[in-house]
């Protein structure tokens, strides 16, 4: 397993009364409860979340499968629904590593420039959110095991690919088990499990082996991309095993906040 660089965690001087959420077009299509359970979780501390209805993709499949034009046409139209001066929470490694770090490369020398630079400095992953604001979950389940999967972008774009171990770790009843592939890809890489089909999924077989090996009853993941490849092996060939579950509903439920 590679070593691991703690990510830097942002600190606000003060909680953000508002925030936006980007839910990402794979939570809002496929996973809807999980991004409710978000919310629900950032309006729980006392921040009022606002959700642009407009929102749609932020353009990762196009720009990672080699189309900028398409990609540019898809992320402009997410420019201009976020203009309060809030955080933009994204539940997804992914789609934040886009938003952050790909748009203002995709938007340089064009009009829509410095917006997209102004929405990519006030982009921050769920999960290290959490954490900025100083959230402490209070664990009120019963003992349990979980096996975490971190995303590639939350991994290497994003540089969060601990605070979700933060998060669980500080919980009384829960306890985190490392798999021998907890750093690697679990093989979804968006278009490229379609285009690159049986290397995604000897690479899928490889991550649900080494997460069964763990015996956990819980699967934890902060990416919905993730969460359907893993999610998909598993009902195709591990029926006994637990689906992957967002962080967010995994911590709504551990507190208490959802039946």
């Known amino acids: 397993m590679s070593a691991i660089t703690p990510p830097k965690i942002t600190k606000f001087d003060s909680k953000p009364t508002d925030v936006y959420f980007f839910g990402t077009c794979v939570l809002d299509l496929f996973m809807p409860e999980a991004g409710m359970d978000a919310i629900t979780l950032i309006e729980q501390q006392g921040i009022r979340v606002h959700y642009p209805m407009a929102q749609s ?8 499968s080699g189309h900028p034009t398409e990609a540019f046409d898809v992320a402009k139209a997410q420019l201009d629904l976020f203009p ?4 933009i929470v994204v539940p997804s490694g992914s789609c934040g590593g886009m938003m952050k770090h790909h748009w203002p490369t995709l938007f340089k020398n064009t009009e829509y420039e410095s917006k997209a630079v102004d929405c990519a400095n006030r ?6 959110f959490l954490l900025a604001i100083g959230y402490k979950p209070e664990d009120k389940g019963e003992p349990v095991k979980v096996a975490v999967h971190t995303s590639c ?3 290497r774009e994003m540089n969060v690919h601990i605070s979700g171990w933060q998060l669980i770790d500080g919980m009384e009843n829960v306890e985190r088990i490392v798999h021998d592939h907890e750093s690697e890809c679990c093989g979804f890489g968006g278009t490229f499990s379609v285009k690159q ?3 995604s999924g000897a690479m899928v077989t490889d991550k649900v082996a080494a997460l069964k090996e763990t015996g956990a009853t819980e699967i934890i993941s902060a990416d919905c991309g993730c969460m ?5 092996k598993i009902a195709k060939d ?3 095993m637990p689906r992957p579950k967002h962080i967010a509903s995994f ?3 551990r507190t208490g906040g959802k039946a």
């Open 57 to 64: 993709c932020c353009g990762q499949p196009a720009y990672s």
């Open 84 to 87: 309060e001066n809030w955080p």
């Open 123 to 128: 982009i921050i992953e769920f999960t290290h």
């Open 153 to 155: 972008a939350a991994r």
């Open 197 to 199: 089909a049986d290397i």
């Open 228 to 232: 359907m490849n893993i999610g998909g």
């Open 238 to 240: 591990e029926p006994n």
């Open 251 to 253: 911590l709504l439920e």
